[in-house]
T-cell receptor, first 116, second 114 residues
Framework: EADIYQTPRYLVIGTGKKITLECSQTMGHDKMYWYQQDPGMELHLIHYSYGVNSTEKGDLSSESTVSRIRTEHFPLTLESARPSHTSQYLC???????????????FGPGTRLTVT | KNQVEQSPQSLIILEGKNCTLQCNYTVSPFSNLRWYKQDTGRGPVSLTIMTFSENTKSNGRYTATLDADTKQSSLHITASQLSDSASYICVVSDRGSTLGRLYFGRGTQLTVWP
């Protein structure tokens, strides 16, 4: 089983609150990713990082931001949550050369976010 | 447009029976194809990964096949168990010029009844 962790697992908050979803991995992987997944739908890449101080936006536009100050840590922040942000957020990491997504990605258990 | 289509969308089978899930893709240039199992409320876990030159790969009761010419893959589950109830996601990676990407299907929701 992959050593990648996400907290909290479930979060219910009111509109306008600032939240940070935590993701950490102990595998020493340089590459990390955030995906958004709605029920019955495919995963959409919203952010990724090649390594420390590297962050890029993914395919799906997101109002969230990310940071990568340490290799093992890749938090996602929403400055002002809205009901449209209600979704499941999955973090993943992988080895691999910069710019190559072909290596195995290991997923965390996800955070189920509900904004009321 | 690079796409991954899975069928059926959902499937119910009785414990002990076999089933086959389908995946068609249009991703090009192709790098590899993976099948993931995602339990409800959990992250996806890799079952198999196949490159262009591989046409079958097994992982216990799971056997994946790949036909790179027709761009089709299948996942066969033998002697299903209650714990096989999950969403099975087909994921295709391309090897684009500077950035390979993962393209996800919407998954097949499998329910195994006792």
């Amino acid at each position: 089983e992959a050593d990648i962790y996400q907290t909290p697992r479930y979060l219910v908050i009111g509109t306008g609150k600032k939240i940070t979803l935590e993701c950490s991995q102990t595998m020493g992987h340089d590459k990390m990713y955030w995906y958004q997944q709605d029920p019955g739908m495919e995963l959409h890449l919203i952010h990724y990082s090649y390594g420390v101080n590297s962050t890029e936006k993914g395919d799906l536009s997101s109002e969230s931001t990310v940071s990568r100050i340490r290799t093992e840590h890749f938090p996602l922040t929403l400055e002002s949550a809205r009901p449209s942000h209600t979704s499941q957020y999955l973090c993943a990491s992988s080895e691999g050369l910069t710019g190559n997504f072909s290596y195995e990605q290991y997923f965390g258990p996800g955070t189920r976010l509900t904004v009321t | 447009k690079n796409q991954v289509e899975q069928s059926p969308q959902s499937l119910i089978i009785l414990e002990g029976k076999n089933c086959t899930l389908q995946c068609n893709y249009t991703v090009s240039p192709f790098s590899n194809l993976r099948w993931y199992k995602q339990d409800t409320g959990r992250g996806p876990v890799s079952l198999t990964i196949m490159t262009f030159s591989e046409n079958t790969k097994s992982n216990g009761r799971y056997t994946a096949t790949l036909d790179a010419d027709t761009k089709q893959s299948s996942l066969h589950i033998t002697a299903s168990q209650l714990s096989d109830s999950a969403s099975y996601i087909c994921v295709v990676s391309d090897r684009g010029s500077t950035l390979g990407r993962l393209y996800f299907g919407r998954g097949t929701q499998l329910t195994v009844w006792p």
